[in-house]
């Protein structure tokens, strides 16, 4: 059996490396040319650190992030909403890691190269359609400017919020669709908060404040390579004035400096502090698309962000794209034909992610700190007077359950009725 994939990123190559491990034959076509390990912090839940681990890259995992132990969530003065121990600490059986989404790629395609050779990628090639006859599926390829072909016996569209595979699927869909939320992004060297382990998100509705570290200093340990990013909703911005879907837009200090000026009191950074020290940094339009009807057709199905890309909070992208590569692979396993396979894996994994992407509409996990400052904005003197214990549970817990990644026997809610994060 031969798979295409379209899409070398995180979705795609670990789908290559999952197909790789069940004995499929492998191509991946990436449009851009080179593999770089580009953008800043993202988090690996536990549910898709333990698949990486069944392809043997815990350790790579280890040597490149931080095994987040405690997520606090806090009000804009930096009072606990509600904290909880994360990974192992929380009674998983592998952790969750902080890492630079760079390096989660890097790591990977190293994986990539070693197991099925530099020839199974093909870089400055993109995928521009497909046609399927029979048992066979050929995708239309565009290498510096000439028309090609490559036959499989399925083609996977990785290839992200722009997928040109669901754009075949689904011609008439249009853009990404924008909530009118902004999101910058950047990363740089920080002193050590706490254990080097502890990630906050600080705000609500106006803004929120994200901050935790991504990567251990090989010069000093007293710092952390330290990821940081703002939400908010800018003024007199439409989305004629975005490409939506794009990351690597650069950001601009004096649109982000005046969600945080003045506005967060957290005793374990200044926002616009660290911001100011970053150098270059990134924007991002808050965008996704509405759930499909159907991923797979035949021969050909969606994965990853080209299937179900949403909001970035609850901490799911990346890790639900290693979900969908581990399910495609495990039904092309079990299956009797491609065609079921393809079936399969669409209604395993497709209702699934599209109770994602609705919650992370409405918020996801976060939502706990956007009910909190509604009801005090100006802080509290106790939070159970806000919103009990079994709210703030039911919202963050919840979501916890929705995505998969709850642990059995959780240890992890703590109750705490003011104060700021030790």
């Known amino acids: 059996m031969k798979a295409l994939i379209a899409g070398a990123g995180i979705g795609g190559l670990t789908t290559a490396l999952f197909l790789h491990r ?3 034959e492998v191509e991946i076509f990436e449009r851009a040319d080179a593999v770089r390990e580009l953008g800043v912090g993202i988090n690996m839940l536990p549910h898709a650190v333990g698949l990486l681990a069944e392809l043997g890259l815990l350790d790579a995992l280890d040597a490149n992030g931080i095994r ?6 806090a009000n804009r003065f930096g009072q606990i909403v509600w904290r909880e121990l994360r990974g192992i600490d929380a009674g998983h059986a592998v952790p969750q890691f902080s890492i630079h989404r760079g390096r989660l790629l890097g790591l990977i395609h190293r994986a990539v190269i070693d197991r099925l050779g530099r020839d199974a990628i093909r870089t400055g090639c993109s995928v521009t359609g497909f046609e399927q006859v029979g048992s066979q599926v050929t995708a239309f390829l565009s290498e510096a400017g000439q028309g090609l072909q490559a036959s499989g016996d399925l083609l996977v569209g990785a290839d992200g919020i722009h997928s040109a595979v669901r754009a075949k699927l689904y011609p008439d869909e249009g853009p990404p669709i924008w909530n009118g939320v902004m999101l910058w992004r950047g990363a740089t060297r920080w002193p050590q908060w706490q254990d080097g382990r502890t990630m906050a998100i600080a705000g609500g509705n106006h803004a929120k404040f994200v901050f935790y570290p991504i990567g251990d200093d090989p010069d000093d340990s007293g710092m952390r390579l330290t990821n940081w990013a703002v939400m908010a909703r800018p003024r007199g911005t439409g989305p004629r004035n975005l490409t939506l879907g794009d990351w690597s837009r650069p950001g601009d200090l004096e649109q982000v400096l005046p969600f945080v000026r003045d506005r967060f009191q957290l005793d374990y950074v200044d926002p616009a502090e660290i911001i100011r020290a970053t150098g270059a940094f990134h924007e991002y339009p808050n965008c996704d698309r509405d759930p499909l009807p159907r991923w797979s057709f035949g021969r050909v199905t969606l994965l990853g962000d080209a299937a179900h890309p949403m909001y970035p909070v609850g901490s799911n992208g990346a890790s639900q794209a290693i979900l969908d590569a581990s399910s495609l692979a495990g039904h092309l396993q079990t299956q009797g034909t491609v065609d079921a396979a393809l079936d399969a894996y669409d209604e395993e994994r497709r209702p699934a992610t599209a109770h994602l992407v ?18 005090a904005p100006d802080g509290f003197e106790e939070i159970e007077a806000v919103a009990s214990y079994a709210e703030r549970e039911r919202i963050v817990r919840g979501y916890a359950s929705l ?7 959780e240890r992890q809610g703590r109750r705490q009725n003011s104060g700021k994060p030790e």
């Not at 987040?68 to 969530?73: A, D, Q, S, W």
């Not at 918020?363 to 909190?372: K, R, T």
């Open 22 to 24: 069940a004995g499929v």
């Open 403 to 409: 995505a998969g990644f709850a642990a059995n026997g």
């Open 358 to 375: 609705q919650a992370n509409r409405k918020g996801g996990p976060e939502g706990v700190i956007d009910l909190v400052e509604a009801r």
């Open 68 to 73: 987040t132990r405690e997520l606090i969530y």
